[in-house]
């Protein structure tokens, strides 16, 4: 119920900043607890409800199915690598249809950010909410071959990552065997690394993807395309069961 009042009031918030905005001016303030001592008002009830039960009934949605428990974890884990791995499939479709010139594609996300496991057995939209209750859209960088290696060397120095694309080791406090398509990444060439925008603009540390000579914005939230993968695979008859192989080695 917390979390329906959360993504209920998360949704008024939203309809309430498409108004014109104005300047707000305090006058006095004061704090009251927010415990069992609040007495419901009917009438604001009675306004409330409505908008409550579409939402509950959104979020009770089953779209898909899970064959296990998968958690998030490092360096990686069959859950970040379903992320990674259905977010890597979506770059390749937005490139393609913006017909964009076709360059290798790494997708890059980061564990800390999926915030729960998804559950074995059916899953909801809320399910999905609760893993991704983050507003970040996918972005598509730029970078060199050599920001790429710089990339992976941030993220085995910070334990790993959720990564798809491509695989690499890390062994003695150094990234080694570097491969995108079973092919060495080469410093001077260019390559494509989809991810979230709030690691894009350095968030986690990730300050290299600053290096990008291009960025473009996906029209989608992660959120969202984790969701509509999810449906396509029920549609399928199929059951949420991640690639278990080993992205990132560390020896």
Not at 7 to 27: N, R, W, Y
Not at 73 to 90: Q, R
Not at 193 to 203: M, R
């Amino acid at each position: 119920m917390q979390r329906h009042l959360f993504i209920l009031l998360f949704v008024v918030l939203g309809l309430l900043s498409c108004q014109t905005p104005q300047k707000p001016a305090f006058e006095s303030s004061s704090q009251h607890p927010l415990d069992s001592s609040i007495i419901n008002n009917p009438e604001i009830e009675a306004k409330i409800a409505p908008l409550r039960d579409s939402v509950e009934a959104i979020m009770n949605e089953v779209i898909g199915e899970s064959k296990s428990d998968l958690f998030p974890d490092k360096p990686e884990t069959p859950l970040s690598n379903f992320v990674a791995d259905l977010l890597l499939d979506a770059a390749k479709k937005e490139i393609e249809a913006t017909g964009k010139k076709p360059l290798p594609i790494i997708t890059v996300i980061n564990v800390r950010g999926l915030r729960t496991a998804i559950p074995e057995g059916k899953i909801t939209v809320e399910d999905i909410f609760s893993l991704m209750p983050f507003e970040n859209q996918l972005v598509l960088l730029k970078l060199s071959g050599l920001n790429v290696r710089k990339l992976f060397q941030h993220m085995g120095e910070s334990g790993g990552d959720g990564l798809a694309g491509a695989s690499f080791t890390f062994s003695e406090g150094e990234v080694k065997n570097a491969k995108t398509g079973g092919q060495a990444i080469e410093n001077e060439e260019f390559y494509y690394v989809a991810t979230s925008d709030y690691l894009a603009s350095g968030g986690d540390h990730y300050t290299i993807f600053q290096q990008a000579v291009e960025e473009y914005e996906f029209p989608s939230k992660i959120r969202d395309l984790i969701i509509s993968h999810i449906r396509a695979l029920s549609k399928k008859g199929e059951l949420i069961d991640p690639a278990t192989n080993k992205r990132i080695k560390f020896n």
